[in-house]
């Protein structure tokens, strides 16, 4: 690892901010984005493949074997002294985990009574598997067993309080907080991957961190088991996220 370089990986699962997380990193000064190098690896090796839209285009168009994504990309060389590559933690499927002793790691989360609706109006039947839940907890316990404590964000206390939750997480992590990274310009980025168009729409409108909106629709019966699954493993990592100001 070269040292100039903080490779910074923030570890997501779907439906939540990632995007405009990739988005605020992307307004910074001395930082390059990536949009979910494993995606292809990770469609590739699982029945993902079959469901997901615009699965085939993207295994066409990116890099599918995961190891070579690492050596590569993640830890290759780049012109900028922090890299920024947003991941959903289930595409860590199939890969040597040791990579992540050289990369600046970062957990996002978000309360399943908000993500899964919104999930499931792309993805009609998910399973434990695509929302990345489980993965949130071994992931933590991975890099707590190397002697690491990565930040931990919840999307919630992200929108409460973008600049006080960033500036923490800036300071976490080593770097400084730049009031850039609150703004951008609406509309498609250079960075996106090619399956923005079938999941970036609302990000595409917004030039900055939305203030929080609670769900007011009925959740949809059909995905309470899976609620009920996400919950077990969402509420002691929500527990353990960076708080906004008064909570």
Not at 50 to 58: D, F, T
Not at 93 to 100: A, I, K, R, V
Request: hydrophobic letters at 35%; one cysteine or more.
């Amino acid at each position: 690892m070269t040292e100039k370089i903080a490779r910074i990986c923030l570890w997501s699962g779907p439906r939540n901010i990632s995007t405009a997380l990739m988005y605020a990193f992307a307004q910074r000064t001395d930082t390059t984005v990536f949009d979910e190098p494993l995606y292809a690896h990770y469609l590739s090796k699982t029945p993902a493949r079959a469901y997901h839209p615009g699965a085939e285009q993207v295994i066409a168009e990116m890099e599918n074997d995961g190891e070579k994504v690492v050596q590569n990309l993640i830890l290759a060389n780049h012109p900028t002294p922090v890299v920024f590559f947003k991941h959903m933690t289930h595409h860590l499927n199939d890969l040597n985990w040791d990579f992540l002793d050289q990369t600046v790691n970062i957990l996002l989360t978000r309360d399943p009574r908000d993500m899964l609706p919104s999930y499931g109006a792309v993805i009609e039947t998910p399973t434990l598997r695509d929302v990345g839940y489980a993965h949130h907890v071994e992931l933590l316990e991975y890099l707590q067993a190397r002697g690491q404590n990565p930040p931990i964000l919840d999307s919630k206390q992200v929108l409460l309080n973008p600049r006080k939750v960033l500036t923490e997480l800036c300071t976490r992590i080593g770097i400084p907080f730049q009031d850039q990274m609150l703004h951008w310009q609406p509309g498609p980025r250079p960075e996106d991957g090619s399956w923005a168009k079938y999941w970036y729409h609302s990000v595409h409108t917004s030039s900055g961190f939305a203030p929080y909106q609670p769900k007011t629709t009925p959740f949809p019966p059909h995905l309470e088991p899976l609620l009920a699954e996400c919950l077990q493993y969402y509420e002691p990592l929500s527990a353990l996220a960076l708080r906004a100001e008064g909570e």
